[in-house]
């Protein structure tokens, strides 16, 4: 004699998994599109140098080998021309 009859249980067994599974994808694209909205107003950033000459000081785009107290040539005067200082700052923004 065979046992044909079903649980009910079996039956809600792919339903549950598809529901499971359909609020993973619609967690994971949530999170996709939060990202990709973050990553697109991320601040750009561009290294310059500080170079002082006596009290004046100037800055410039940061050139690879720029460190700090490094001398890169002389003021009037005869004052020699050292970076004080290297930082990051935002890139000016496009005009369109």
């Known amino acids: 004699m065979a046992n ?10 792919p339903i549950i998994f598809m529901i499971i599974t ?20 991320q601040r750009k950033l561009q290294p310059y140098t500080l170079e002082s000459c006596g009290d004046k000081v100037e800055k410039r785009p940061f050139k690879e080998g ?5 001398i890169t040539g002389e003021c009037e005067g ?10 990051m700052d935002e890139t000016p923004k496009e005009k369109v």
């Open 22 to 41: 359909g609020l993973l994808i619609l967690i994971l694209l949530r999170q996709a599109l939060i990202l990709s909205r973050t990553g697109a107003n």
């Open 66 to 70: 720029d460190y700090i107290g490094l």
């Open 78 to 87: 005869g004052i020699p021309k050292r970076i004080i200082g290297i930082y």
């Open 4 to 13: 044909n009859s079903l649980n009910p249980l079996e039956l809600l067994q």
